[in-house]
């Protein structure tokens, strides 16, 4: 939360110096948490599931028992997703705010993406239990969610994708994210077999088939916003 | 009196000069513009990142405590990594 402050304070005072309007930054406050912020989370949650079924069809993941009771459930979930939220904000303003907005002027959108998807892949291997397999995932990720930035036009679509996935992973399956474990986990779970099907201490964003559902993402996306529909939004748009 | 008007090859030359004028102003002024970008985003990642990360990390583990601001102790990664 106060990582996200800081960007979002730092990027409103360059926006003002810059006589920017704030929402080109990619974070409109008309369009907060609307219809493309749900429908990004319940893709992430519907993306995590696939990726853990999948994993699960060939024998690496169990859910054991749970780990919260009663009201622990509903407490650790809702800080969780709170939580998660703000990572979401944190990272997507971070990367694809105000550094996409100038970089892509500079060079291009698309070169900025790169070059900000890898920075954004490189960041995480800090993380404890990260690795390269690990990492070339988030750079996927990181082009996924500028994808979703083309096509939407905005960063809400990817704040949601991003939130519910890493709940999902973190809170409902209980294993590790981006080789991070968080505390208040649903379940007891266990990921075992081989690395290339569970992802191992990175968590299953390292297993071969978060590529195969990051495919998927990229199809959804271009299927929910094709880019003519985008095209005729931005003509009609006032200058 | 008659003027005397300016041959077509002087008024091309003339007309040439003015357009090439602006377009040679314009050219320092783009790379002004890039190295003034490069230099807030620079600035950018050293506040947020740089900085930031540290800051908040370090105040948020001793509002919240380390224990249960980062990851659970509960929970060994070694348990995943090699289960």
Redesign the interface.
Known sequence: MGNFALVLGLTWLLSLLEKTPFGEYGLPFAEAFRANFWIGFLLGLAEASVLVALIAALGGYSFGALAQHGGDILKWGLLQLGGFIFVGLYEEFLFRGYLQHSLGRLVGFWPAGAVLSVGFGAVHLSNQGEDWVGAASIVVVGFLFVFTLKRTGNLWYAVGLHAGFDWAQSFVYSVPDSGELIFGHLSDSWLHGPKWLTGGSVGPEASVFCFVTMGLQFLVVAWLFPAERQAAVQATEPS | MEVEQPKTGDQDEATARRLRLPGERFRPDRRME?VR??W??LL??F???GI??RL?YT??AQLFGR??FC??M??G?SR??W?
Request: glycine share 8%; proline share 0%.
């Open positions: 890039a970008t490069l807030k985003l950018f990642l506040i947020t990142v930031g990360q908040v105040e948020s224990r249960n990851c659970s509960r929970w990664i995943w990594y289960g």
